[in-house]
């Protein structure tokens, strides 16, 4: 599905079961704020004012929100685990995805804030940053074209290094699949990388979503029963849990935080999917779509986490799938079938990524070379992203690295600073808000730099 503004445009049926593939564009609405003063945005009600042609019920809209948060990214969960312990690993999942819920809150409730105080009925993320600084404090209007500049770079750069995450993840798969096969051969993980480009050009330069609707079908009922069958696996050669440990070094924390929330995080598809509800007041709430939708995610990555962890100890890799046995045809089905998904996700959301582009630059390119210019960029970015999976191609800090530098950032910094500016000047929510965002920039930082040395140690082997 993308969106166009405001309104979320059925492409078909909803993108590979990944937390960044349910495919969001971030652009530019075309309804302008009324000039009117704060104190009148409780005489417009932005619920009864949207026109949405096709709108979803609550349990559709919870499909969606389940559909944009849970995916790949799950596999990746015993990795998390590893570095922090069972006990704390299982704690720490609930608390985390407590943090993100909330921020999810945090972003929602200012949106509907900021859509009163613009008198406008819906909001995209990028939006809801711009408004939130122009209709706050007088101080903050200045910032509010930078806000949404920077919210749809922090999008842009999710999408971008989704994809090297994505690549890394298939060419590993790939390559062990490979080797069993063909052991005279044992080719280096890199060419499988480079030789990916032969599906990933012609696939990328397809600009009509309709034409991406077979991928998504088709990964959709690979990463089910992949999903089914990698369970299968951890539950037949479960271990003791009693002979892992409780906890680890506190100095691999940074990279269980990082690794959690880019499992996790889904707010690119929040908007959308509330933007597009038939009752949007039941979005929120203590027993509303939202916090049933993040019910189900935090309880599958802990458990999936807990058991997968279990079962592979310290072997545990940076993809649950990696560590299923190589000699097995049944593993390595599924190796191919996960692998096939999440290759086929890749197309859909380098056409977000390339969507957002297009829009901060539409106004400064002449209409004629509009066309010329996005196919160059589909090319050249592919092309980057092949480059830079191809430079680190391991998947455990790449995976930690993505968590920490975008997913604090668009998942945690945004959403309280965003709601810093929309609540001013209450003091309860500025500590709050400030608490969000210095957790959120130490986790970007520490995260970072752990994940940076597992790169170099990666890049010198």
Same mark, same amino acid.
């Given at each position: ?271 959308? =999917? ?9 979005? *929120? &709430? !203590?027993?509303?779509?939202?916090? #049933?939708? /993040? %019910? ?102 790449? =995976? ?9 950032? *668009? &998942? !945690?910094?945004?959403?309280?600073? #965003?709601? /810093? %500016? ?40």
């Amino acid at each position: 599905m993308g969106v166009d503004q405001g309104r979320v445009i059925d492409t078909g049926p909803p993108t590979s079961a990944d937390n960044f593939s349910f495919t969001v564009l971030s652009v530019q609405l075309t309804t302008k704020p009324t000039e009117k003063k704060q104190q009148d945005a409780s005489d417009y009600d932005p619920f009864s004012e949207r026109h949405v042609e096709h709108p979803n019920s609550d349990l559709g809209s919870l499909m969606h929100l389940l559909k944009g948060s849970l995916g790949s990214g799950i596999l990746a969960m015993p990795m998390a685990f590893k570095n922090a312990g069972t006990v704390v690993g299982f704690v720490g999942t609930v608390l985390i995805g407590m943090l993100c819920t909330h921020c999810v809150h945090m972003l929602v409730r200012s949106s509907h804030i900021v859509c009163r105080r613009a008198r406008v009925p819906m909001l995209g993320f990028a939006e809801t940053a711009e408004y939130a600084f122009l209709y706050g404090p007088s101080r903050l209007k200045a910032w509010a074209r930078f806000s949404r500049t920077f919210v749809n770079i922090a999008l842009l750069t999710t999408y971008y290094s989704t994809c090297c995450v994505y690549l890394i993840f298939v060419a590993s798969s790939i390559k062990q699949v490979c080797d069993q096969w063909f052991p005279w051969a044992q080719l280096d993980v890199r060419i499988y990388t480079v030789l990916l480009l032969l599906p990933l050009v012609p696939s990328c330069l397809l600009r009509n979503l309709k034409y991406l609707v077979p991928f998504s079908a088709t990964a959709n009922i690979c990463i089910v029963v992949g999903f089914a069958c990698t369970l299968y696996y951890m539950l037949r050669d479960l271990n003791d849990p009693g002979e892992l440990p409780l906890s680890v070094d506190v100095a691999r924390f940074p990279l269980f935080f990082s690794t959690v929330v880019f499992a996790m995080e889904g707010i690119g598809v929040v908007m959308p =999917v509330e933007n597009e509800m038939r009752h949007p007041q039941h979005f *929120l &709430g !203590l027993g509303g779509v939202l916090n #049933i939708a /993040m %019910a189900v995610v935090v309880s599958l990555y802990a458990l999936i986490g807990f058991f997968g962890y279990v079962t592979y100890g310290e072997n545990t890799a940076g993809s649950i799938t990696l560590n299923l046995p190589v000699d097995e045809r049944l593993a390595q089905a599924v190796k191919i079938l996960i692998g096939l998904a999440v290759l086929f996700t890749y197309p859909l959301q380098y056409h977000v990524a390339v969507g957002i582009v297009l829009q901060m630059v539409r106004d400064r390119v002449p209409e004629k070379r509009l066309d010329l210019l996005e196919y160059g960029m589909r090319v050249v970015g592919v092309l980057g992203t092949v480059a830079l999976a191809t430079a680190v191609p391991k998947l455990d800090p790449v =995976v930690s690295l993505v968590g920490a530098v975008c997913f604090s950032t *668009l &998942g !945690l910094l945004c959403p309280a600073a #965003i709601e /810093m %500016a929309t609540c001013w000047p209450s003091r309860r929510t500025i500590v709050k808000d400030s608490l969000i965002i210095v957790l959120a920039l130490a986790a970007l930082v520490s995260g970072s730099y752990t994940s940076v040395l597992g790169i170099i140690d990666a890049y010198s082997e």
